[in-house]
């Protein structure tokens, strides 16, 4: 039979009589992850997948004999597509982890994302346009939300000795 904790640090710690507490490995005073945190992360999980598809086309364009003005430049831009795609995937990985960091990334990218998305809807592809700007205004509204914050703040340490 359990007693009754005697202060409130006890019962904000430990589990309640449901032996419902923190989840297994998490500290018991750090914060449950937030939804905002999910969405973010599978934001930028699917613009690093969108780059990553348009990188393997490029690719394979540019293995069929595709006509390019500059072979070593279309090599470099294939690069760029497959760093960047590998970037986001970090981003949102250490994202949902609840690493500091990832935030600034997530930024960098949906500010790039209104950059291209903007001219696409004025340029007459509305719905393209619409799908970049959304989840990306969405991004940005849920990377300064007080929970996101809260929950992404996590500084990474050196791992430990033993």
């Not at 004999?65 to 986001?88: E, H, K, N, Q, Y």
């Not at 209104?114 to 959304?134: D, E, N, Q, S, W």
């Amino acid at each position: 039979m359990s007693r009754d904790p005697e202060n409130s640090s006890e019962a904000a710690s430990g589990p309640d009589r449901d032996g419902i507490g923190p989840p297994p490995g998490k500290p018991a005073g750090a914060p449950l992850r937030p939804a905002g945190i999910m969405v973010i992360a599978v934001i930028v999980a699917l613009e690093a997948t969108a780059l990553l598809v348009a990188a393997i086309w490029y690719g394979s364009q540019l293995l069929t004999g595709a006509p390019v003005l500059s072979f070593w430049g279309a090599v470099f831009t294939l690069g760029l597509l497959l760093a960047f795609s590998s970037w986001l995937y970090a981003v949102a990985l250490f994202l949902f982890r609840g690493y500091r960091w990832p935030r600034a990334g997530a930024l960098v990218a949906q500010l790039f994302v209104l950059t291209i998305g903007f001219p696409t809807v004025t340029g007459g592809y509305t719905v393209a346009g619409l799908a970049m700007l959304v989840p990306a205004v969405l991004a940005i509204v849920l990377l300064f939300d007080k929970r996101v914050i809260a929950f992404a703040s996590r500084a990474g340490g050196a791992p430990p000795a033993l």
